[in-house]
């Protein structure tokens, strides 16, 4: 019986010579390699700049509070997604408005997100689930739609777009592309994630990009993330140590949450080899369909002619199925040594979200895409071999609990 853990990281001998250089160099906190990074990302996404922090959810925060939202203003935003996409919501202070997926979708119902726009509506956050692109012509049309209603703040961002600003939750999207554009060019705001189980890892860490905003000087932009996530500094330790002067001031009380060097190190070596480790994900995900083709279940579209996801999670639903049946498949499969994933609970099925108010009754059909999923071991590092015997057990389990 073969072990196959779930989402190892993809580490090679590139990774780990890289950090050793960051060692060696006497620099492992936020400094060139960090820049370097930030500039790689950038160039990657089709933008003209990326900022690279401690997480994704940092981003998501700092963002928010770079385009001035807080209290009394809502944000619209998927039942169907992690606690990281709301909970940076109640962080500044804001209301999350969620949203019931479309049926038999993992997205948001884009009919609801347009009657729940109000006055007091500043942002979208739609989710790039499993690194599908999220259908971003429907989400600009409703926000286009609604201009007229928008209620900006005295926030630059906000007075220059004169409409709902869309911000991607992209934390497993970094790669794909949709109607020839990068993930991270889309939206008016994304978000990355570049956590130990994600497509290119940093250990932790993620990184903001943005497309250009007329009349917003991009380069303040990047000032003011430097200053928000640095305490409020005005210069960080590799800004003092390149400069002449110690001096520096501290002009707001802000955070710290920096992405150090010794981490982007890791993203810079995995930068260099993401094509080849995307490519590898796209073909384990051609196999699987092909193998699944005449199951009675339902993939996600990773690729078509106007789309290529990240490919970062293979998810299945057992079409007519219950939750018992999705966690009997679960552990059949882990009894045979592979190990699976559910993605995700809805947010109104936890603790956390029920003590606010929401309940999962009024989202049936996220709980209809959450009952019967499954989301399958798939990821750069798993080799033909281990790939093959994940398919054999899952069509014997599939035979033995539909017998």
Not at 336 to 361: E, S, W
Not at 388 to 401: A, N
Request: aromatic residues 10%; negative net charge; hydrophobic residues 40%.
């Amino acid at each position: 019986m073969m072990n196959i853990p779930f989402s190892p990281p993809d580490i090679s001998e590139d990774e780990i010579a890289e950090v050793v250089d960051t060692l060696r160099s006497g620099w492992i906190t936020t400094g060139p390699k960090t820049k370097l990074f930030e500039q790689e990302i950038a160039k990657r996404c089709g933008t003209k700049k990326a900022v690279c922090l401690s997480s994704q959810t940092a981003c998501a925060e700092m963002t928010l509070r770079i385009l001035g939202v807080g209290p009394g203003d809502e944000v619209i935003i998927p039942a169907y997604t992690y606690t990281a996409t709301a909970s940076v919501i109640y962080h500044v202070g804001a209301t999350p408005v969620m949203i019931d997926c479309k049926p038999n979708s993992y997205e948001m119902d884009y009919d609801k997100v347009d009657a729940a726009i109000t006055p007091k509506t500043k942002v979208i956050i739609p989710v790039d689930l499993a690194g599908v692109v999220c259908d971003y012509d429907r989400i600009f049309e409703i926000v286009e739609k609604h201009r007229s209603e928008f209620k900006p703040s005295d926030n630059p961002v906000q007075l220059a777009l004169g409409r709902i600003i869309v911000m991607a939750d992209a934390a497993h999207a970094f790669g794909a592309s949709w109607h020839n554009k990068m993930c991270g060019s889309i939206a008016d705001f994304t978000n990355f994630s570049f956590h130990a189980v994600k497509n290119l890892t940093t250990a932790e860490g993620g990184a903001a990009t943005w497309r250009e905003v007329p009349g917003v000087d991009s380069n303040m932009l990047y000032k003011e993330y430097m200053l928000m996530t640095l305490h409020g500094q005005t210069k960080d330790a590799f800004t003092k140590d390149k400069g002449t002067s110690w001096e520096y001031d501290v002009v707001n009380t802000q955070y710290k949450c920096n992405m150090p060097d010794v981490l982007a190190a890791i993203g810079l070596a995995q930068l260099r080899r993401y094509d080849k480790m995307l490519n590898r994900r796209h073909e384990l995900i051609t196999r699987y369909n092909k193998a699944f083709e005449d199951l009675d279940i339902q993939v996600l579209d990773h690729r078509s002619a106007d789309h290529r996801s990240s490919g970062h999670l293979y998810f299945v639903r057992f079409l007519g199925k219950d939750a018992a049946f999705r966690n009997r498949f679960y552990d059949e499969m882990k009894k045979r040594g592979v190990t699976c994933n559910v993605h995700f609970k809805p947010l109104p099925m936890m603790t956390a979200y029920k003590q606010k108010g929401f309940d999962i009754v009024d989202y049936p059909y996220a709980y209809n895409m959450h009952k019967n999923q499954l989301t399958l071991p798939m990821n750069s590092v798993i080799t033909d071999e281990e790939a093959q015997y994940v398919i054999d057990t899952f069509l014997e389990v599939y035979k033995l609990l539909t017998a």
